[in-house]
């Protein structure tokens, strides 16, 4: 198992590398000038190429990405950012602890919610519960996040003034922003438990169990559940491992300062050093979310754990 | 099971205690806010839209910066929300014979926030190393150098005598500066700002807010606001929400679609007032097209500034017939532009060669500013025959194209004037400036050059005004550009607030405000 694991950041290695190359390249040789967007638009064609020159721009693009790899690597400087001039970790360091306050937030709603209710839609199949459920996943989903955390603010902030609309001083100012994020995600993870549920809830060791006398619930949670876990398992790390990218949507309608906005600002201003590290920084956190994720499945499945074993 | 049941009925317990804590504490904060009225309020929340890249006024060209450092800093001359300068940081000041020469005379009771006294050492520095900085070229391209006469004293050198000069020296980004901690850390300056402002500055939290506090050593006496908390918010409709549940309490340009919301709003005060701006149809006068004065012509007359008015800010603006915006010295306000007139475009159209009409690309950004007139621009030359197919580009991709590379024929622009006075077009049409100003254009006309030289030159009001007259007449006739017209820039802000001003450069005061 150890060694599994080891070999899989191991291979992290070249897929990170290979990410930095694909987005320097893109940040090179996409339309949009970084000293014009530090200087601004009042800013002479001359001054622009001064600034182009004194930033290393004008340099030939491998020569740039492997000062960038070795400053990275041997110094583990990323550099700073173009547009505040300060190091791109502190910033990012700054900004990461809300999106993983969102993420959490978000998941736990989205887990708390999505997996009772898919399970209660799989027992009551084709009963008025599970028809409505599945009709409130689906408009859920359908709603754009944007406007629906702008409508949870109205509702909630404006009208009844229970929650704060921005910001991210305490827990209460995640509470409308999570919400949103967990609504978008639910439905997946609310018809994958159900349609994983059904699966298992047919087969004969379910009916054994009952047959046994087992309680209702301790034939759904205990026995069902724990088989259904795979894939719902694997939809909560997919949402878990994206969310830690940021949400740039929500953080922008809710205020709050996240790598999200963070990312989507810096590529604006075409700040390379700042989107590498963004960038690289999500990527890594995506590899041990999965990795994470299947280690877990080795804990819900001997099965898995033993072929793990024997690679 | 009765243990299961119990931590459950806990667990459910504890949540609800909770959430009803955090409401309560919600409900305090907003009975707290609806009590001010009755209990004057020593904080303010600022909602600012955007995030400031550094709070170096040297290193800062927009607004979004310069709300903040205009608390921080001070400026050797004043230009107040009146509109009027007087003295700051100087006492007073005079002029050479010549008029090259300005002699500073600095007040001595002037502290930094760290405790260190303002001396001419600071002042000078904090002019060189904004003369020596590419972003400040608007306000400091007259300007040589500054030096040290005294401990008191400061002469300013200009390259040559300038009639807005003082204007210029009032410039957020003429703010003085500590020269002592700038040398030590001159990247890090702007993330944590010394000046002399009525504001010292306290955190900065990336991306959330900046906390600012009244200075009470202040050389005008502390500010009635003790503590400004800015909160950055990206999203206009989020911002005119929290401004209305009364989580900030003033927002600097809210967004225009929520003006008549505001407005009807009992709990907001809207102020509003003209822009310093102009928006105008650029025109690369290297372009094939540009070059063709009759192409030009048929453009201008087939301008409607009223609907695009309509269009373009929902009727919240006038029309501009000139190259400089209206509050600036010089500004003549009969002169008119070429008049709608769809016949006479298609005809000039046809004159120019193209009688059955043409294709063009109008390049715009995601900005309203720009793209919404530019759709009003792609409807009104269909009328005349012209086929504008609009290709809407990334900010960063948009100025590339428009101001570094030159690559497009006619685009909407929009220039807000550094100062009140006519000559900071200078920088927009003196062909000397199409590679080291603004000139992206690639204007170039002798005689609108000795015109821009004559009206920077001159001391005499009267003669000054003339010229630009006559520089409006040129832009008219060789139709440099087209302008369309100038927009109301608002400030929306709780109506408990007090001392608040809107101003066509956007400057705001936060020692002028206080509670009732």
Partial sequence: MIKYILKRILLMIPVILGISFIVFLIMSFTPGDPARLILGEKASISDVENLREKMGLNDNFFVRYLRYVKDAVFYRDFGTSYATKIPVNADLMDRFPETLKLAFGSTLIMVLIGVPVGIISAVKQYSLIDKVTLGISLILTSMPVFWLGLMLILLFSLKLGWLPATGADTWVNFILPCFSLAASMMASLIRMTRSSMLEVIRQDYIRTARAKGAKEVTVIYKHALRNALLPIITIIGLNFGGLLGGTMIVESVFALPGVGTLTINSIRMKDTPMVMASVLFVAILAGIVNLIVDILYAYVDPRIKSQYAKN | ?516
Avoid at chain 2, 402 to 420: C, E, G, N, W
């Fill in chain 2, 1 to 516: 099971m009765k243990k299961r049941k119990l931590m459950c009925a806990v667990s459910c317990l504890l949540i609800i205690s909770m959430l009803i804590t955090a409401c309560g504490n919600q409900n305090q904060s907003a009975d707290k806010d609806s009590q001010g009225g009755t209990a004057a309020r020593t904080d303010l929340n600022f909602g600012i839209i955007g995030e400031p890249k550094s709070l170096d006024p040297s290193q800062v060209d927009d607004l979004v910066p310069f709300s903040v450092t205009n608390q921080v800093y001070d400026n050797l001359i004043y230009y107040g929300t009146d509109q009027t300068l007087s003295p700051g940081l100087a006492e007073s000041w005079d002029y050479s014979q010549d008029r090259k020469e300005i002699t500073f005379h600095l007040r001595k009771d002037v502290k930094f926030h760290n405790g260190d006294v303002m001396t001419a050492d600071d002042v000078v520095f904090s002019i060189n190393n904004a003369i020596a900085s590419p972003f400040t070229k608007t306000v400091t391209s007259s300007m040589d150098k500054a030096e040290k006469m005294d401990d008191s004293t400061v002469v300013l050198r200009l390259k040559y005598s300038y009639g807005p000069v003082e204007y210029c020296v009032s410039s957020p980004q003429l703010s003085i500066v500590n020269k002592k901690v700038y040398e030590s850390d001159p990247e890090g300056y702007g993330r944590n700002p010394i000046g002399t402002g009525p504001y010292k500055f306290v955190e900065w939290k990336s991306g959330d807010k900046i906390i600012l506090q009244a200075f009470e050593d202040y050389y005008k006496g502390a500010g009635k606001i003790k503590d400004v908390t800015y909160k950055i918010i990206t999203d206009g409709s989020t911002a005119v929400v929290a401004l209305e549940k009364g989580e900030i309490d003033i927002i600097d340009t809210p967004p225009k679609t929520d003006r008549q919301n505001l407005i009807d709003n009992p709990d907001i005060t809207y102020y509003e007032t003209e822009i310093a701006s102009t928006t105008f149809i650029a025109i690369n006068h290297d372009s094939e097209l540009g070059k063709n004065k009759k192409f030009r012509e048929a453009v201008a007359y087939a301008i409607d500034r009223e609907s695009m008015i309509m269009g373009a800010v929902e009727g919240v603006g006038t029309p501009i017939y000139t190259p400089m915006a209206k509050s600036c010295f010089g500004w003549p306000e009969d002169f008119k532009f070429r008049e709608y007139d769809v016949e006479k475009a298609k005809k000039l159209l046809a004159e120019a060669g193209y009688p059955n009409g043409l294709d063009i690309e109008l390049k715009t950004t995601e900005s309203a500013t720009y793209y919404k007139p530019t759709e009003v621009l792609q409807d009104q030359l269909k009328k005349i025959g012209i086929n504008a197919s609009i290709t809407k580009m990334e900010r960063g991709a948009f100025w590339d194209d428009i101001l570094t590379k030159r690559d497009y024929t006619i685009a909407v622009s929009a220039y807000t004037a550094a100062f009140p006075d006519s000559d900071y077009i200078y920088s927009m049409y003196h062909s000397s400036m199409i590679k080291e100003g603004q000139n992206y254009f690639n204007y170039s006309n002798p005689k609108l050059d000795e015109l821009l030289d004559e009206g920077r030159k001159s001391n005499d009001e009267e003669e000054r005004e003339k010229i630009y007259r006559e520089v409006c007449e040129v832009v008219k006739d060789d139709v440099a550009t087209i302008p369309l017209y100038t927009y109301m820039t608002p400030i929306a802000a709780r109506k408990d607030l007090k001392g608040v001003k809107a101003h066509p450069t956007n400057r705001m005061f936060i020692y002028d405000f206080s509670w009732e």
